[in-house]
């Protein structure tokens, strides 16, 4: 199939706007009587709220108001009603927002807000998901059994547990039973921040008539919309949500953060707009965080390598409140045997209410969570078989015919792993760079069918609060002259897009009196380059130039067609489905038009470059241009209308989980991938140098490689971070030890690997052009290649992310080599 | 947020400069890069901000006698690039790991030693060149040690009205290095840091950053490995020495005191052996 547009690495459309500081943002605008509104928020991780006077604070220059939770109507969320937009007797996680001030500068209303006096009745703290889990643990939502929820959620009542997903297939007694080998571990991913360039911001007006707008800085405007509605009590066409360009998402400007309280907050000041734009440490602890997972990892294998179980339990911070994490846990769960079939497998995912600010959406939503277990499982089974990396995964790799964790079976169009890792493979020189190791680590273990276990990590307790012991390295090879070491390392993925069964996408194309095309779509651009793919596939269906297509930047409730929200890598995929619809139907009805007026039937006419000709004698022809003015015919008498095409997307055939078994049709499409890396460490201090990672992705047809190419070394670079240097950390009072980036470190640019990305295109079905999604994915399996590498150069076995050069100086001193 | 209240003056001149910084809760600004820091974090709440940037006594390198002066507003990227300083390599090391190359424009040494960090990567290394600091304020000019300059964390010798001019290096010595951990390999603040020096007499000097309150020498470790020969057996005993005199507290969130006595042990011997290499102690 050739495409004119589609598949090419055009510029991205929104590129000279933003490097040049054109784009407008959320901060950039500012509206006539605004005010301003700083938040004080709650320096205590657990607690009843005894005493908030902010009479002081109502008196200080500038002050206009002072707003707190008391009155707020309802708890609101999508999936659990498990939290208020600002706390109301009571603080879950340090961070909570406990008052609000409102005053004509942002300095007023931050000096206010010292004069706000709060009490406390502390409560004991727990940050940790599996303590958490615990009988006798502090319980942080004492009356959840009371909340409202959707169906399809399993809380435990009487504990913190407030999802509990079971995936179950096969008997895995029987499997453990009669396995060669039986390898557990436990393994640790720490909360890590998203890091957007831009901070959250939005500005809020209630109008006096009744009814709200709001500018945010949000992945997900008919989200908000949808809580705020529920929240002040209105109707979707009294609230209007409008997204200018957002500065960066991943996940943490999905569903809703500040926005909730910030129409509270404008509900008390009718008439004049409010805008709240955090600092880099409030988005630390006054929005979501990611990841947090503990996951205890049980695997069954045969001697020749074939997976015969697993046995899994997924412990996942949700933090103060459950409601984001919800599904992030069932993700998880029908993720964690990644993309191998596995006949017989038992998985407990449990999402866990601690005293950490909410856990979020997190580009890869669950798998690299289960990725980090499950793909740093792979190596330590082939070290203890004897077997390469490469073979072990080949082996058991998901492909046609094969069924995944959930019982659905894959087809061809599905994609291929098997591709994706011989590509990585050959890329990082070959498997003979992969080969099994020489000497098996045999020492420890009996290789005797009969159950054997690796020596599990001692669990982390208080999270990164305290320094945790690593395992000794069992497959430890001797070490070499002191220096630099190298090594490489492969981990393969397998990530569906997790979504309501009824996630539905809108386009609307109108074409302009000059032949060329405006699309609408409820999509965010965020930096990740979707107007300009989605421009593409408009182009492609139109049969136009690209130069003709205009994607609408802003996103606004009121004009917007709906769309569930910018996240799931689903934007190419769904929207792009959206959009082939609506210009089939733009196209219908220009042939239509244009058949009155050549008085040629209208299935006898194509839409071309440009025009709507007769296929039969392409010398008869319209200007599309001449259709969308209002033709006219030699009396004047007009012959066509305006002309506008909508498509209207849902997934076809989903369906929930089966409560029981965890098994059900909840996957639309799946993006396979594997990811390699090749690494030095200097033995003497620990340090670790990415030198290369390598992706490669069946992503289906690359609508735009460059694009396609950029979402993959970002993602993958965001991982690197999460493998080598970030993590939060709490201390024991569940405060966060480092807000801000002096002590968060993120990759900057002398840590940059040579990034490579490889792409296999088998064409997805449902996918336009057939396309897959492909924005989240290059961050899923990072950590554990990169790990997998390290083992490789050092013989050293890391559970526990992230691997600094202390935890390699502390696994080498453990094992006795002197530095 | 910056404070509500606050005023802001360039001085025309030296004497200016120092009246304005006797009124209570005056600050000096320099090149920023760490008051602004601490004025938006309130942990630094002056009411008068007094701009020295433009003060032309505070500038410039020069030879002096065999050594150098070194003006305290002289910025990072002006060390790096200064032919008088390259014979004083841990300094231009530690200047050109310093923050990110925007902050190494505006970052000054002065400032960098004014404030005193535990770690400071221009401060750790001039303490081996044994520099004298030369202090303006209202009785005048005075000259100390860099090594008598910090009072601990945070903490100076210097009093109300005084500033930094600038600083004396003897002439430099035969070998330096600087070498410093990072979590990342670009802008971090160093987690353990390390110093050394030979002059041409064999004469050893070491310093350490962010294992004590302020950038540390260690005597007892000079003496060992001073006017000797450098052997195997006197640099592992030296590095044992090190590795036992500090005390790092354990809460930094940038290396644990473990990893910087390991560290300790690590760069010193790392330095020396790169002294031998380059054919200096033997």
Redesign the interface.
Known sequence: MTYQTVGQSVARLDGIEKVTGEAVFVDDISLPGMLHA?VLRSQRAHALITGLDVSEAMAQPGVVAVVTGRGLPRRIGACIQDMYPMAVDRVRYVGEPVAVVVAEN???A??ALASIKVSYQDLAVVTDPWEASRPGAPQIHPDQAVYHRLPGIHPLPGSNIFHRLQVCRGNTADAFREAFLVVENRYWHPSIYHVQLEPHGAIATYHQKGGLTMYASSQAPYVVRHVICELLGLPPGRVRVIVPYVGGGFGGKSDHTIEPLLAWVARHVPGRPVKLVLTREEMACGTVIGRGALVHYRSAVSQDGMLLGVEAEVFLNGGGYGDFAVNIVTAAGISATGPYQVPNIKITAHGVYTNTPPTGACRGYGHPEVHWACERQMDIIAARLGMSPVEIRLKNALGPGKVNAIGQQMESHNGRVDLCIQQVVDALGGPECFLPRTNPCVGSIALEPGGIEADPLPHPTGANAS?KAEPSGACAKPAAMPGKVRGKGIAALMKCPIMPTNAQSGAIIKLEEDGGVMVSVGAIEMGQGCHTVLAQIAAEALSLPLERVQVAPQVDTFHSPYEWQTVASHTTWAVGNAIRLAAAQLCDKITRAAAVILQVPAERLEVVGGRVQDRERPERYLTLQQLARGYTDARGTALSAPLIGEGNFVPQGLSHLDPETGQGNIAADWTFACQGAEVEVDT????V?VLRLVSAMDVGKVINPVLAEGQIYGAAVQAMGAAI?EGI?FDREGRI??PSL??Y???????MPELQALFVETPEESGPYGARGLGEHGAVCVPPAIANAIQQATGLEFFDLPV???KI??AQ?KRGVP? | MMPLHMEYVKPGGLAEAVSLLRQDDACALAGGTDVVVQMREGKLRPRLVVDIKGLAELQGITGQSGGVWVGALVTMAEIVKSPLLQAYRAVVQGAGCMGCCEIRHRATIGGNVGNASPSGDAAVPLLVFHPQVVIHGPGGQRHLPLANFFRGAGKTVLQPGELIKGFLLPPPPAFSLYMRHTRVKGMDLAGVSLAAAIDRQGQVTVSMGAVAPTPTRFPQVEELLSGRPLSWEVIAQAAEVLSAAITPRATSLRATPAYKKEMAKVFLHTALSRALEEGFGQ
């Open positions: 700083r942002p300095h007023q931050h000096h320094p003497r201090t620990g340090e140098t240097c950390v030890r480092n002096t002590d470190k993120v990759p900057g640019v002398e840590d600094t050069a202390e100086i502390r001193q530095a």
